[in-house]
């Protein structure tokens, strides 16, 4: 059975990228400062450049893609999209399963799209110094390139557990110029903190993002960028979902159900906020699937409320769902999926009801990823596995009910990076994480106080 692959031309590049915002039933809850009140844009300036803020909070439904950022994206964009007729047949079932495989970019995965528009813009504010966390690596790769390509220096604070497991992470930034430091570390007073009441601490991408802000904050010539999470990442990863729309449309083809990974959001955000947009314009309506780990799973056990994005309280509190900004989560080697917090528009559109949330256990993850690249032949990163885990237990009770649905997820990495994971699976030394519930329940009472 051969697989089906379906490319566009250069000239396909999305000119714009999609903002769910202009099209949410109710508009976004604003974020808080310290004292619990609305916080003024401006207030964000000594985190993020300025331009980069605006998109932050923009309502604009299409905001235009500056050049200079089309052109790098033709190095792998548009990013290809497969039938998994393979994956199909070894399944035994009518559903027809398609996948992006957004692997095929130079850091090799889809952080690199937010990336790239990011250090544009800060490059465009004069911005010399760039500070970031990073989980798995993916994004602190990505994050290095970009800056890079555009002249600007990178630090990264990696989550200690992952800067342990994944040495060739830490290698790729080194190549393209980053600097890679253990976080929690002594070079922060928030990092010192953490490792005076925890020596042994393994870290969390809440620690990390404490870490990098207080640099950006404390250095004029630094601005922090964020990987997830917030509105204009979301916003660049939309050229994933846009694409895939043509893709569909050239094989006259429509998804009934999407499935992308979530951590912070923008994995998932960037292939499923496109097809809402199709719902919202009234067209066909598409279940839109956020994967989640069952050892972090913000949205299907947390609470939405109002919430730091970082360990130390630095960021402003956002309205999302949360495990409490100081949850500590186990070192699963999806590292990309270990935060205590989902994107805001994530959140809004699940407690609305617009999107659907599942969470799945680590060793079925590991084994939906093996069945797959035997399969269709690429290795898939750890975070990607949580989609096609959820995918295929779709597709096998499409094979119970003989139901034939168009079943959708993103591929967003590939696992070339993570095969001590693959090895700990094969020797069965994978261990599955359910968080307990009075751990989260800890977690969660000592959310700040703000007002409804």
């Not at 429509?254 to 009234?282: H, K, L, Q, R, T």
Request: hydrophobic share 35%; glycine share 8%; with cysteine.
């Amino acid at each position: 059975m051969k697989q089906t692959k379906i490319l566009l031309p250069e000239t396909e590049i999305p000119k714009q990228w999609y903002n769910v915002v202009a099209d949410l039933p109710t508009p976004p809850a604003p974020a808080l400062g310290p004292d619990g009140n609305p916080l003024d844009p401006s207030a964000m300036s000594p985190i993020f450049a300025d331009n980069i803020i605006e998109q932050e909070v923009s309502d604009k439904r299409w905001i235009d893609i500056p050049e200079p950022v089309r052109e790098i994206y033709q190095q792998w964009r548009p990013a290809p999209m497969f039938r998994a007729h393979r994956l199909e047949e070894a399944l035994g079932t009518p559903a027809k399963i398609y996948y992006k495989y957004e692997g095929v970019s130079a850091a090799g995965s889809h952080k690199l799209n937010s990336a790239i528009a990011q250090a544009y813009y800060n490059k465009v504010a004069g911005i010399k110094r760039l500070t970031t966390e990073t989980g798995a690596g993916q994004w602190g790769s990505s994050l290095s390139l970009a800056g890079q390509m555009f002249g600007i220096d990178v630090r990264i604070y990696m989550v200690k557990v992952s800067y342990e497991q994944k040495p060739f992470r830490r290698s790729m930034m080194q190549t393209w110029g980053g600097e890679v430091i253990a976080s929690p570390s002594n070079l922060t007073e928030s990092g010192r903190k953490i490792l005076a009441a925890d020596p042994d601490s393994r870290g969390s991408l809440g620690i990390a993002i404490s870490e990098a802000v207080e640099e950006a904050v404390s250095r004029e010539d630094t601005k922090y960028s964020l990987g997830s999470v917030l509105n204009h990442v979301l916003l660049h990863q939309t050229v994933i979902g846009l694409e895939a729309k043509k893709q569909f449309e050239m094989v006259g083809d429509y998804p009934d159900m999407i499935f992308a990974p979530c951590g912070g959001g923008s994995n998932f955000g960037g292939v499923a906020f496109p097809f809402y947009a199709d719902e919202a314009a009234g067209g066909k309506k598409v279940r839109l699937v956020a994967v989640e780990p069952t050892s972090c799973p913000s949205l299907t056990k947390g609470h939405y409320a109002y919430d730091f994005g970082d360990t130390e309280g630095f960021t402003p509190m956002m309205l999302q769902y949360t495990l409490g900004h100081d949850f500590m989560p186990p070192g699963i080697h999806a590292g990309g999926l270990r935060y205590h917090g989902a994107s805001s528009l994530v959140s809004q559109m699940y407690h609305d009801k617009l999107i659907e949330a599942v969470a799945v256990p680590q060793v079925a993850t590991f084994e939906a990823g093996v069945q797959f690249a035997r399969a269709e032949g690429i290795i898939p990163a750890p975070e990607s596995n949580h989609a096609i885990r959820a995918c295929i237990d779709e597709a096998l009770r499409c094979k119970e009910s003989g139901e034939e649905k168009t079943l959708f997820f993103n591929l967003s990495g590939h696992g070339h990076f993570d095969m001590v994971s693959y090895d700990k699976y094969f020797t069965k030394q994978l261990e599955d994480y359910e968080y307990p519930q009075s751990e989260i329940d800890a977690a969660l009472a000592r959310l700040p106080k703000v007002k409804a």
